[in-house]
C-alpha cells in the first residue's frame, strides 16, 4: 500500500492504518528504537507507541513522507524513554554516540537557529560523510554496522565521523556557538 | 547543552537528508551483505535441536533408571528408617555408599536440603523463602530452603504443573482456612519410593502420620471420610527425590535419596499469596 493511502486510512480513522503501517515501517522503527534504547522490550514498546502517536496527530498532521514523520516520531520517544530509564539502563552504543557527540556540543541551549545551522552543514557534506553522519549520530547505529553496509572498514567510517564531528565544531565555531 | 540535547535536536533534520541515508543503506549496499547473521541463526538453532535430542536421550536414560528400581528384584528399593528419613540424607540401599555426603553432590541444582533433624531450627519457621523447580531434563527436585538467616526452615514448594516428556512435577502445599496445613498436592509422581509425613513428638523422634506413594493421596478422605489436616505441631515430610547408580571396580553402588521438609503449623492464621499458592505460616507457638 502507498504511503498515500495510509496516510488516508489515518484520517478516515481506519484501524487498518495501525496494522499497514506496522507492516510496512514496523522494522525500519524497531530499528531506530534498538538504536536508542538498549532493551529489546523497551525498543518494541517504544515502536507501538509510535504507532498510536501516528493515530493522535495524523490528522490533523498530513505527512508528506510517511516514512521520516514516523521515524521522528519513534526517535522521540525512544529519547524520552531513553531519558526515563538511563538511570537504570544504559545503551552502551548510545552512551558511545553521546560521547562523540560532546565534543561539538554548544554550550547554548537549542534553538531553531542551530537546528539550521545542523541542516545547512550536512547539505554541504559529501553523501557519503552525511550518510555516516546521519546513519550514526540520527540512526545511532554502530560502526560496525556502517562499514558493512557501505564497504569501508570501521577505521575509516571512525576517520570519517571524527573529521565530520572536526568540521561541524569548526562551522558551528565560525556560526557563532561556543564549544 | 548536553550531547542527548543536540542528539534530539537532529529530530528536525529535513526528510530528505534522513531517507537519504536510509535509501543509500537499504538499497545501494556497496558490497553484498554478509552472511554472518544467517550463520549465526544457523548455528542457534542446530545447537537447539542438539540440546533437545541431547535432553531427550538423557530423560530417557533417567526413566530406565526408575523403571529398573521399580522391580524388586533390582535390591534398588529405599529402605531408609524414619530418623534417616526426617533427617533428610542420603540412604545407600546397597552396599559400599560413601554415606549421606554423597547426597549433596548430585548435579543439576540439586539443593543442599538434606540437614540432620537435630540442625534443623527451633524457632521461627517461616515456609516463605523456598522455591522449588524441576530441571526439565530431570525428575529431581529443587530449590533452595534458606530463610532469611540463611538456615534451613522449611518448604515453600510452588510449582507449576510441568508435563514435559512424561515428567510430572506439580507439587504445592497451601494453608487452609482453619489454621491447619492443607496437603494440596496433585499428582506428584516425583520419582519411585513413598512420600512420609511424620509429626514431631520429641528430639530425633517421630511418629508416623501418613505414608503414600503419591502427595495427592494425602488430599483423598481417609478411611473415616473426613479430609486429612494437620494441626498445630511440627511435622516433617519426606519426598522420594532420585536414586541412581554408579559402577566402582565393578560394583554398583546405588543411592536413595530423600529430603525432608519441616512444616510448622500454628493457631496463628496464615497469610497467603493465592497466586503463588505459597505457603506461610506465623510464629510456632
Known sequence: ?179 | MKPIDLFEAMNDLPPDILLSAEAHRSDTPARPPRRRLNLAQSGWFAAGISLFVALGVFVTLVKVMNHAADNPASGLAPNGTVADALAGFTTPSTTSSTGQDRGYEVQFGFPDTAVPLAQLPNDTAHLTCGTWGVPLFMGLLSGTWMDKDGMWVGLDADINPLFFLGIETTLYLEVGTDSALKLSLPDATVQNGSFRLYQASGDNDARLLWEGDQLSGWCQPGEDGESRTLNTGVFYLTIPLTQYGATVDGKTEVWYYEAAVRLVVTDKQPHRQETSGEAETGDET
Open chain 1, 1 to 179: 500500500m502507498q504511503d498515500h493511502d495510509i496516510v488516508q486510512l489515518f484520517f478516515n480513522r481506519d484501524e487498518r492504518a495501525i496494522a499497514e503501517t506496522r507492516d510496512k515501517y514496523g522494522t525500519y522503527c524497531s530499528c531506530i528504537a534498538a538504536g536508542v534504547l538498549s532493551s529489546h522490550e523497551d525498543a518494541e514498546e517504544c515502536v507501538s507507541d509510535t504507532w498510536l502517536r501516528a493515530w493522535q496527530t495524523i490528522p490533523p498532521q498530513s505527512p508528506a513522507s510517511l516514512k521520516a514523520y514516523l521515524g521522528k516520531l519513534c526517535r522521540c520517544l525512544a529519547i524520552d524513554r531513553y531519558r526515563h530509564l538511563h538511570r537504570h539502563k544504559r545503551n552502551r552504543e548510545l552512551e558511545c554516540v553521546l560521547t562523540e557527540l560532546d565534543d561539538v556540543c554548544p554550550e547554548e541551549p537549542v534553538t531553531d537557529g542551530l537546528k539550521e545551522a545542523l541542516t545547512d552543514f550536512l547539505r554541504g557534506l559529501e553523501p557519503l560523510d552525511r550518510d555516516l553522519f546521519v546513519g550514526r549520530y540520527w540512526y545511532a547505529y554502530p560502526p560496525e554496522k556502517l562499514a558493512e553496509e557501505q564497504g569501508l572498514s570501521r577505521g575509516a567510517v571512525n576517520t570519517r565521523l571524527m573529521r565530520t564531528r572536526n568540521k561541524l565544531r569548526e562551522y558551528l565555531q565560525k556560526e557563532g556557538y561556543t564549544i
